[in-house]
């Protein structure tokens, strides 16, 4: 079945970076799109980044408002990763982040991980 595995998170002080990664595995992920949540505390699940298939090699990028230009997704050359490289860390990015993917038809996603906990210190 279908698993992904969410590394990189931890403690780091305001202005910092961290990249998260994502592994899937299970499948073939090629034409999948893959994407970060997250959730932080006492507040619901938001969009972060995401990538979308294109075509051979080609993924599109969506990233959220919130961190535009702070953040970047990268797909791996192998399609079954994704990496989340943050920048400019703030305190309001602290939450639980979750990687997730499915299908290119699906509105939503099929899969999700664990969640990788990112602290942002002051």
């Known amino acids: 079945q279908v698993q992904l595995v969410e590394s990189g998170g931890g403690l780091v002080q305001a202005g910092g970076s961290l990249s998260l990664s994502c592994a899937a595995s299970?499948?073939?992920?090629?034409?999948?799109?893959m994407g970060w949540f997250r959730r932080a505390p006492g507040k619901e699940r938001e969009f972060v980044a995401t990538t979308r298939w294109q075509s051979h090699n080609r993924y599109s990028s969506e990233i959220a408002d919130s961190v535009k230009g702070r953040f970047t997704i990268v797909r791996g050359s192998a399609k079954n990763t994704a990496t989340l490289k943050m920048n400019s860390l703030k305190p309001d990015d602290t939450a639980v982040y979750y990687c997730?993917?499915?299908?290119?038809?699906?509105?939503?996603?099929?899969?999700w991980g664990q969640g990788t906990q990112v602290t942002v210190s002051s």
């Open positions: 299970g499948g073939s992920f090629e034409t999948y799109k």
């Open positions: 997730a993917v499915s299908s290119p038809t699906t509105l939503g996603y099929d899969y």
